[in-house]
């Protein structure tokens, strides 16, 4: 079983809807959470992080986070073309160490 | 954000020459520096984890001599491929861990050719 687990996607969505992108996780010690972005050939940049249980807000973009259900999700306001890309969900353990996910593709539909 | 740059962000090489990376984190101070690897529409791969003044921790796979690590200082850590053969030719990113938050930042990535 991976540590991190995403769909691969794609995931298409109209311009202007919501997109929710979702990850598992199997180390139930795990601590923190981050969603980073990555744009076809650049390389990723950290979009948010979450450490407790619930929803964190900033500007378009919610992290959810659900511990009892090893559970973390992306959701994108008012999708823009713009945010198309690659996102890629990581976790960091207690033993110090980051796990990736292999990330899901979305496509926002102008 | 915290900011990791990456020199040189594109390089062509002749198949068994030697190629230096350069990372550094440039407003932080990166105790750990990860190297990454990542080939057309896949996902990124570790390479190895280097720790300020140790050697660094290959992953299973990773030829340690090809890939030679040092990061002498808490801004700064190099990838050396050796000999670079054309199926080395990929996406090289590293990235700096900060520590508010406790998480990674990544340079902007090597793109290296190997003819």
């Known amino acids: 079983q991976k540590e991190v687990e995403q769909n691969s996607g794609p995931l298409s969505v109209p311009e202007g809807a919501i997109a929710s992108l979702n990850c598992t996780y199997s180390?139930?010690?795990?601590?923190?959470f981050f969603w980073y972005r990555q744009y076809s050939g650049k390389s990723p940049e950290l979009i948010m992080f979450?450490?407790?249980?619930g929803d964190k807000e900033d500007g378009r973009f919610t992290a959810q986070l659900n511990k009892a259900s090893q559970y973390v999700s992306l959701l994108i306001r008012d999708s823009q073309p713009s945010d198309s890309a690659t996102y890629l969900c990581?976790?960091?353990?207690?033993?110090?160490?980051?796990?990736f996910g292999t990330g899901t593709s979305l496509t926002v539909i102008p | 954000g915290a900011v990791v740059s990456q020199h040189p962000s594109w390089v062509i090489c002749k198949s068994g020459t030697s190629v230096k990376i350069e990372c550094r984190s440039l407003?932080?101070?990166?105790?750990?520096m990860f190297w990454y690897r990542q080939f057309p529409k896949q996902s990124l791969m570790l390479m190895a984890t280097?720790?300020?003044?140790?050697?660094?921790?290959?992953e299973q796979g990773v030829e340690k001599d090809k890939f030679l690590i040092n990061h002498a200082s808490l801004t700064l850590s190099t990838l050396t491929v050796t000999s670079a053969h054309p199926e080395d030719s990929s996406f090289y990113i590293c990235s700096g861990r900060s520590e508010g938050p406790d998480t990674q930042y990544f340079g902007p990535g090597t793109r290296l050719t190997v003819l």
């Open positions: 180390d139930r010690g795990s601590q923190s």
């Open positions: 280097s720790n300020e003044g140790s050697k660094a921790t290959y």
């Open positions: 407003d932080f101070q990166a105790t750990t």
């Open positions: 990581a976790v960091l353990l207690p033993g110090n160490q980051f796990y």
């Open positions: 979450i450490y407790s249980n």
